[in-house]
Antibody, heavy 120, light 108 residues
Framework: EVQLVQSGAEVKKPGESLKISCKGS????????IGWVRQMPGKGLEWMGI????????RNSPSFQGQVTISADKSIATAYLQWSSLEASDTAMYYC?????????????WGQGTLVTVSS | SYELTQSPSVSVSPGQTARITCSGD??????VYWYQQKSGQAPVLVIY???KRPSGIPERFSGSSSGTMATLTISGAQVEDEADYYC???????????FGGGTKLTVL
């Protein structure tokens, strides 16, 4: 059974750093793209970027370029989303998802979401 | 950056047909996918590659695409179909993907 399990909710202060995780199981983690999606409170889904764990090839949304870092460690089947300096506007639910294929890059499996709250 | 445009809301009575549209300049050459998201839950794929329905999705869900417009149709909408619906597709380069702004479907 394919599963993506995300790390738990975080409460941080502005300016702090953060790294959240997404651990895959039940499939060959290295050979499927993993992506991250942001959902701000009461708002829609936003595609942030994707990574291919086997070689760490990354595609970032222009909207998030330079704001976050997407990485992966295939040895432990885990992808990461990282901030160096959080802002209040980073408060959101973050979902990871597995992409079906490169050519048909839709999310076929999702993590449960990680709620990030940034507040002074 | 590339955008997909959806109307913010659609409202139908139970048993009626709901149509949710999505427009984007790259749609003539790119597939559209549709996700359903109920409150507090992760999204669920209901249509992929314009018209295909994943296993487990009721037959009342169908999709079509023509030119720069794609449509998700729910024939005989049920109360349990009340949710936010998002279209999803790639830009012309195929390297970046976007979600539409979402459409809130009300069934009452």
């Amino acid at each position: 059974e394919v599963q993506l399990v995300q790390s738990g909710a975080e409460v941080k202060k502005p300016g702090e750093s953060l790294k959240i995780s997404c651990k895959g199981s039940g499939y060959s983690f290295s050979n499927y793209w993993i992506g991250w999606v942001r959902q701000m409170p009461g708002k829609g889904l936003e595609w942030m970027g994707i990574i291919y764990p086997d070689n760490s090839d990354t595609r970032n949304s222009p909207s998030f370029q330079g704001q976050v870092t997407i990485s992966a460690d295939k040895s432990i089947a885990t992808a990461y989303l990282q901030w160096s300096s959080l802002e209040a506007s980073d408060t959101a639910m973050y979902y990871c998802g597995r992409l079906y294929s490169t050519s048909s890059a839709y999310f076929d499996y999702w993590g449960q979401g990680t709620l990030v709250t940034v507040s002074s | 950056s590339y955008e997909l445009t959806q109307s913010p809301s659609v409202s139908v009575s139970p048993g009626q047909t709901a149509r949710i549209t999505c427009s984007g300049d790259a749609l003539p050459k790119k597939y559209v996918y549709w996700y359903q998201q109920k409150s507090g839950q992760a999204p669920v794929l209901v249509i992929y590659e314009d018209t295909k329905r994943p296993s487990g999705i009721p037959e009342r869900f169908s999709g079509s695409s023509s030119g720069t417009m794609a449509t998700l149709t729910i024939s005989g909408a049920q109360v349990e179909d009340e949710a936010d619906y998002y279209c999803y597709s790639a830009d012309s380069s195929g390297n970046h993907w976007v979600f539409g702004g979402g459409t809130k479907l009300t069934v009452l």
